[in-house]
Nanobody
Framework: QVQLVESGGGLVPAGGSLVLSCTASETIFASDPMGWYRQIPGKQRELVARKRSGRDPDYKDSVMGRFTVSRDNAKNSVYLEMTRLKPEDTAVYYC?????????WGQGTQVTVGG
């Protein structure tokens, strides 16, 4: 079973930046999607960004131009660089990987953006 370990969340003022990191315990092929979801209490988990080999990254409309998803396949890692953060970006961010038809999730990391 693939385990995903995240790091990099925290408290940041509006307009600030954060970088989230996620590393898998096993090899994730470049063709397997990896990315990030987020969840606000009381709401459904939503896709923020994902990266698959040979395809342009996918982004939630509201983060386009502010967030950048990247991968280091040699390290089985995915990253989310978040800039110009807004209070509405406050959420728990979850790393995910889809491997062999199964979806694996990280434990979640809290991102709080001050108003």
């Amino acid at each position: 079973q693939v385990q995903l370990v995240e790091s990099g969340g925290g408290l940041v003022p509006a307009g600030g930046s954060l970088v989230l990191s996620c590393t898998a315990s096993e090899t994730i092929f470049a063709s397997d999607p990896m990315g990030w979801y987020r969840q606000i209490p009381g709401k459904q988990r939503e896709l923020v960004a994902r990266k698959r080999s040979g395809r342009d990254p996918d982004y939630k409309d509201s983060v386009m131009g502010r967030f950048t998803v990247s991968r280091d396949n040699a390290k089985n890692s995915v990253y989310l660089e978040m800039t110009r953060l807004k209070p509405e970006d406050t959420a728990v961010y979850y790393c995910y990987a889809r491997v062999g038809g199964m979806v694996y999730w990280g434990q979640g990391t809290q991102v709080t953006v001050g108003g």
